[in-house]
């Protein structure tokens, strides 16, 4: 694993956004953790879930209706994934751990790993956020020129058009390839898995029989494998594009910053808390309806400095981080709608098509 530092030696811009959300939540006497708001969306998306599934096998509806429920499913599943594990793989679902364990579960349900996603995503994504060589989410050189710091290839000149489609597969490829590579090589991209507890072992194995089960052996059985086939592709392409799409536009957009880490001990010239507001930006934060399906991930910059606040206390965190980005002179990237965040990702992904392209 390359060996990153960050220069900590001034982190008075942290210490000072802390204990003002610290100030908050004591001034507000609320838990960090998740409210009946957050409570609300899996008594809501749970019951939904279930009624598609069991809708999509036994009711019978045309093939443009069957199009349309699979993808309103996929986006279900999505929502899940957004609202309640993300929130529960970070501990912020609930005070109680057992609760975040079990909430976090429905990764596995998901067709992934949690404990994978937990070392992949908290750790390693949280830690080294768009530095290349460490940051997973970045790995998908030479396929995907992400970055300026990676090596340009000719087909690069043509990823803003076949990114989508990539996008689209993602999530097949992480249930059916990406995990299985994972967990056997003990390895996450550049990063060793040092230990794996005979427990996960257990939930990863169960995990995946249980995917199979329900979303391939049943599935087949009942509506015999054409629709089945159809059905899942159409699952998997929605609920690929829209995951990716969402943490794209986080990162992987103009106004971001990039470092990058080889061979070489890499030091990062900012503190861990300022190279956070650099490499990340927030999107569409006026918008109710975007915040509650995407679980708050259109606020990242907060979510990065407080991962371990749940995602229905960053509207408000916002004001705050923003009024401390500009007290400290430091960038505080957004993009006003959902909109014009994606024509910002293609825009940059389109430069980076481009070989004359260095940031």
Not at 119 to 136: A, E, L, M, P, S
Not at 168 to 176: E, G, H, P, R, V
Not at 192 to 209: Q, R, V, Y
Not at 272 to 293: E, G, N, Y
Request: a positive charge; glycine letters at 4%; aromatic letters at 16%.
């Amino acid at each position: 694993m390359p060996n990153v530092k960050f220069a900590n030696n001034d982190r008075f811009f942290f210490q000072s956004v802390k204990n003002s959300v610290e100030n908050y939540f004591l001034e507000k006497k609320i838990k960090k953790t998740g409210n009946w708001k957050l409570y609300l969306k899996p008594i809501i998306l749970f019951p939904l879930a279930i009624v598609l599934y069991l809708v999509m096998l036994f009711v019978d509806y045309s093939a443009l209706a069957g199009v349309l429920i699979c993808i309103l499913f996929s986006l279900v599943l999505v929502s899940i994934a957004f609202n309640v594990m993300h929130d529960a793989c970070h501990g912020t679902f609930s005070s109680r751990k057992w609760v975040n364990e079990i909430m976090g579960l429905t990764m596995n349900a998901l067709g992934s790993d949690a404990f994978l996603w937990k070392i992949k995503h908290n750790i390693i994504h949280h830690t080294y956020t768009n530095v290349d060589g460490v940051d997973d989410d970045m790995s998908k050189s030479p396929v995907l020129r992400m970055c300026p710091q990676q090596k340009w290839l000719p087909v690069h000149r043509f990823q803003f058009i076949y990114m989508f489609v990539l996008y689209s597969l993602s999530t097949i490829f992480w249930l059916l390839v990406f995990d299985f590579q994972r967990y056997f090589n003990k390895k996450l991209y550049t990063t060793p898995i040092t230990k794996i507890e005979p427990k996960e072992h257990i939930i990863f194995w169960a995990g995946k029989i249980c995917y199979i089960i329900f979303y391939a052996v049943i599935p087949i059985i009942v509506v015999g494998w054409l629709p089945w086939l159809i059905g899942f592709l159409i699952l998997h392409v929605t609920m690929g594009f829209t995951l990716t799409i969402v943490f794209q536009l986080a990162h992987i957009v103009e106004k971001t910053s990039f470092e990058q880490a080889g061979e070489e001990p890499k030091i990062i010239n900012n503190d861990w808390a300022i190279h956070q507001v650099m490499t990340t930006a927030d999107f569409a934060p006026k918008s109710k309806t975007v915040t509650w399906l995407v679980g708050g991930l259109n606020f990242q910059i907060e979510h990065h400095l407080f991962p371990r606040v749940s995602h229905v206390h960053y509207p408000a965190l916002s004001k705050i981080v923003k009024e401390e980005c500009r007290k400290y002179n430091l960038p505080y990237h957004y993009y006003p709608t959902t909109s014009k965040a994606i024509a910002s990702h293609i825009r940059f992904m389109t430069k980076l098509g481009k070989k004359s392209f260095t940031g």
